[in-house]
């Protein structure tokens, strides 16, 4: 960055953050455009009817009852994916129905450690890993959750937090 991009930073008339994080950290370099923050947006037609709860649940042999947490999101090491199966096997002692679904797709190979730790700690059964999933497919997943779980060591802007709460997920 300070070797090749510092000229084409300085040559725009502003830098577009989405996020105060990012800012602070555009703003560390001193680059001649000011930083400034506008928000992602968010359609929230898609989450205004929900469809109905239990379609994913069934799909991954998950009880009705059962209490569902859902991650969304890349499947990378800067999402702490394999905290979050450690994290859910201290949950899954506790409560023995809960399940963890975690959708997205795997950049780099997280997912598939995060796999094989679910096997070693034998959750297997109670982990499912989806793949991407979107549209359709990600609102019936928002439909069939209880809460969001997020453990990214950063995010400028996570939009699925946004998403979440749109979804009215805690």
Excluded at 38 to 56: H, K, S, T
Excluded at 69 to 75: C, I, K, Q, T
Excluded at 91 to 109: C, F
């Amino acid at each position: 960055l300070a070797l090749i991009e510092r000229r084409l930073m300085n040559g725009a008339s502003a830098i577009h953050c989405t996020g105060a994080m990012e800012q602070a950290q555009l703003e560390a370099w001193r680059f001649k455009p000011p930083p400034f923050i506008v928000q992602n947006g968010l359609d929230i037609a898609p989450f205004q009817q929900l469809p109905a709860r239990g379609e994913l649940r069934q799909t991954l042999g998950i009880p009705a009852d059962a209490p569902v947490s859902l991650f969304v999101g890349r499947l990378h090491k800067m999402k702490r994916v394999g905290s979050m199966v450690r994290a859910f096997a201290r949950v899954a002692q506790e409560l023995p129905s809960a399940h963890l679904v975690i959708a997205g797709p795997d950049e780099d190979g997280s997912g598939q450690d995060a796999q094989e730790q679910a096997q070693t700690l034998g959750l297997s059964d109670r982990v499912h890993f989806t793949g991407l999933l979107t549209g359709p497919g990600l609102m019936q997943a928002y439909a069939d959750a209880d809460p969001l779980v997020l453990l990214s060591r950063r995010e400028n802007f996570g939009m699925v937090a946004v998403e979440a709460m749109a979804a009215d997920l805690p």
